[in-house]
């Protein structure tokens, strides 16, 4: 089999890539190891950026997350018992819009059958050859065949537990990492939202998270530590712990209870490789980059690197040459690392750390109420969250 880009990997950024470059009139094969319910089941993140959301509403899959997605001008910072709001809209001009991460998934898997296009899911044994030939290949197996899938390029968007960044000979890429001393329990609870927006809550106790997926669902998250044992959460210690680090010190807890309806334990990692290119190889999000769910950036930061890919592909299938994606990696990095370093600060901003000085939490809520205080440190804050600008030159 032949096409021109193999993408590996049905997750935000390969079902997004195959969608842009099937616009753009440039074939691609998508290839999942995983099931399609699978995918658009799995519970992931859901705070789209305003230029994630333009992307996908510019080209033709954003009908859904209109009518469905819900709208946020601003969020609360909540600390010492206290709430400060961040107007999002009014200090950047720019909203974010709540939509899970696995209804976009539907709405580009829609898109893409609906075209015609090739997405072959429960893939197995893939294997990567070639790459530094321009004559690159992707093995594997599909219902019991063995398949070779012949392309110019390979884009490697299967995740961070993928095969793609591994298939790169040792000593190429360099590796940044952070590992935090604490996770995130999350749970998915038949509930009206807390509150209309979102509230990231710093305490004593640990950090938590109110936020949403629809009027009658809530998704909340609380701080615990890395080898958290699930089965020692009751839905009473929960919900305890979740009233007690979100409450309002006047109003009490705004969170409401409801039956939980699924429930994990997120690991916190920053995550970055460089450079994002192997030969004909290119690697984008999670392949390349993670960062803690703090600032909400995982996905967007997925969406933004196929902009950028994808527009260096259609230069390069324009008889533009190769320089656009020579570019890609030093052009997406400069982004990601933006990216990482405000994930990094929101973690750092609101969880507390285990034996933590006191010097070290009065700095904290310093900088909260700075943050609170402050037209700069308020907007320094906002003009991140919304997401900062991605020009594709
Ligand atoms: N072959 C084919 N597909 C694979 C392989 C493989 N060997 N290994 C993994 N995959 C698939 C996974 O099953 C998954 O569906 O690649 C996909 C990768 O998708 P994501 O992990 O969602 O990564 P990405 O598209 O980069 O999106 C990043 O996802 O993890 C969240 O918070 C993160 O929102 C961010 C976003
Ligand atoms: C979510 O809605 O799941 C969500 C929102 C904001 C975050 C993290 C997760 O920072």
Not at 237 to 246: G, N, Q
Not at 249 to 254: K, Q, T
Request: proline share 4%.
């Amino acid at each position: 089999m032949r096409t021109q880009v193999g993408i590996v990997g049905a997750g935000p950024a390969g079902l997004l890539l195959g969608h842009l470059l099937h616009r753009a009139g440039i074939e691609s094969v998508v290839l999942e190891s995983r099931s399609r319910t699978h995918v658009e089941e799995r519970i992931r993140a859901g705070l789209l950026e305003q230029g994630t959301v333009d992307v996908l509403t510019e080209t033709g899959v954003g009908d859904r997350l209109h009518r469905e997605g819900l709208v946020h001008e601003g969020l609360e910072l909540r600390f010492d018992g206290e709430g400060h709001r961040i107007p999002l809209t009014s200090l950047t001009g720019r909203r974010v819009t709540i939509y899970g991460q696995q209804e976009v998934l539907k709405d580009l898997i829609a898109a893409r059958l609906g075209a015609g296009a090739p997405l072959q899911f429960e893939v197995e044994q893939v294997a990567l050859h070639d790459l530094e030939s321009d004559y690159p290949s992707i093995t594997y197996v599909h219902e019991g065949a063995a398949q070779t899938l012949h392309c110019d390029v390979i884009a490697g968007c299967d995740g961070f537990h993928g095969i793609c960044r591994e298939s790169i000979p040792a000593g190429v890429l360099r590796a940044y990492e952070r590992v935090y001393p604490f996770a995130w329990l999350g749970i998915l609870a038949a509930a009206p939202p807390a509150s209309p927006e979102l509230i990231y809550a710093r305490h004593e106790r640990g950090f938590a998270l109110a936020t949403m997926r629809s009027e009658t669902l809530s998704r909340l998250y609380l701080q615990c530590r890395p080898e958290e044992d699930l089965a020692a959460w009751s839905d009473d210690r929960i919900w305890a712990e979740l009233h007690a680090r979100l409450a309002h010190r006047d109003l009490g807890s705004p969170v409401k209870e409801g039956k939980i309806l699924q429930r994990g334990v997120t690991a916190m990692r920053s995550f970055v490789v460089e450079p994002m290119r192997f030969g004909r190889l290119f690697l984008a999000g999670d392949a390349a980059h993670i960062v803690p769910p703090t600032g909400a950036k995982g996905m967007n930061l997925a969406v933004a690197d196929i902009r950028v890919l994808a527009h260096a592909l259609q230069a390069f299938y324009r008889g533009r040459g190769m320089g656009l994606l020579e570019a890609y990696s030093a052009k997406a990095l400069a982004r990601v690392w933006k990216a990482q370093r405000f994930s990094w600060w929101m973690t750092s901003l609101l969880h507390s750390f285990d034996g933590e000085d006191p010097f070290e939490h009065k700095v904290q809520v310093a900088e909260l109420d700075y943050i609170c205080g402050s037209a700069a440190g308020a907007m320094t804050l906002a003009e991140n969250y919304v997401g900062l600008p991605l020009a594709l030159g």
